[in-house]
């Protein structure tokens, strides 16, 4: 992601931490609703008492908002890299608040009701989210595909990948801890940095919680900027390469058990179920799975291995312990074990060509002699490559991590 650009600060300017709180809200010509969800936040935040700054991180608009914003009473702080996600990071970076409160600036979110953020910060919590579905979503404020079916299938799939608390992983409207937030070195310059966020906080154990929050219909009268199937996808994306157990390892795994168990069932003989003859064209897709799952499986244990070199994912014991029993000599002692049977197994087959004087051959019998072979041999390519692609992560990292 391209570095994100703010006005300089002169240094007669409050540096980050002058006062308690940032109210953020990224722009991008909301000259029709940003004045109100200023004039909203400037009251609340004379009305609470908390010491605090509205701060506009401004995505390039061509419409006045920027001086609408000042008029308004707002910091402006213009973002040169485009993006829903550079733009708050750029806002965040800029904040003068230990805490920082973000939402949208298209009056959805109620900028006049902050109490309850502002309480769980200043009780510890690094992170408060919003929660649409527990503080209510008025009619017209939330499309249908994404109530029923985009927030809460990605917000399922987030709690179960990575046991995230939170119940609305794309509510706008969340507090945080300026310091703790910029600490995950979050990247995504677009919509997905929502999730970013949510997913790299659980991961690094910072302390989150949420509170009801209300969504209104916002006040534009042109189309939002997000693109429902565009940005569903990038956030889905997102999860998924941060997942690599569930994108990799799970998948593998049953699909490597289930053509072992397969080709273990077929190898002696053609099986009839219901009536049904399966014989060597399943053994020949028992064996893709093989493979298919044991690379894929294999590739877990690349993205996790990378993961936590580059702090991506805290250090996991229990799969450096795992991992750390295999060393680059076993694994290429392992597929060279594999390579050796997959060549005894080619051998008899090419002997029991050789006894019909290399003539026709049952296709049944003796493919189940080649299927395996093969099988054999490329999994021994697979491990002895695989043992060799650690290895150079090893000196890439400047560590002596566990090699397989």
Sequence with gaps: MPDTLIEPISLTDPPAGSCELTILMPCLNEAETL???????????????????????????TDGSQAIAIEA???VVPIAAKGYGSALLGGIKAARGRFVIMGDSDDSYDFGSLDAFVEKLRDGHDLVM?????????????????????????TTIGRIFFHSPCGDFHCGLRGFDREAILSLDLQAPGMEFASEMVVKATIQGLNITEVPTTLSPDGRSRPPHLRSWR??????RFLLLFSPRWLFLYPGLGLLISGVAVMAWLL??????????????????????????FHSALFYVFARRYGMQEGLAPPDERFLRMTGMLTLEAGLLAGLALLLCGLVLAVLAVSAWHQTQFGMLPPEWEMRLVIPSGTCIL????????????SVLDLRSGKRAPRL
């Excluded at 940005?231 to 889905?236: E, F, I, K, V």
Aim: net charge positive; hydrophobic share 45%; glycine share 14%.
């Design 231 to 236: 940005d569903g996808w990038r956030h889905l």
């Design 379 to 390: 999994l021994a390519f697979q491990t002895a490559y695989g043992a060799f692609f650690l």
């Design 268 to 293: 002696p003989e053609p099986r009839v179920v219901l009536g049904v003859t399966f014989d060597i064209h399943t053994l020949y897709y028992a064996s893709l799975a093989v493979v298919v799952g």
């Design 130 to 154: 919003g929660n649409r579905f527990k503080g209510g979503i008025k009619k017209g404020a939330m499309p249908p595909l994404h109530r029923y079916i985009g927030n809460p299938v990605l």
């Design 35 to 61: 004045a109100v969800c200023i004039t909203k936040a400037m009251s609340w935040l004379e009305r609470s008492g908390v010491r605090g700054e509205v701060l506009i991180a401004d995505n390039g608009s």
């Design 73 to 75: 009473g707002a910091r």
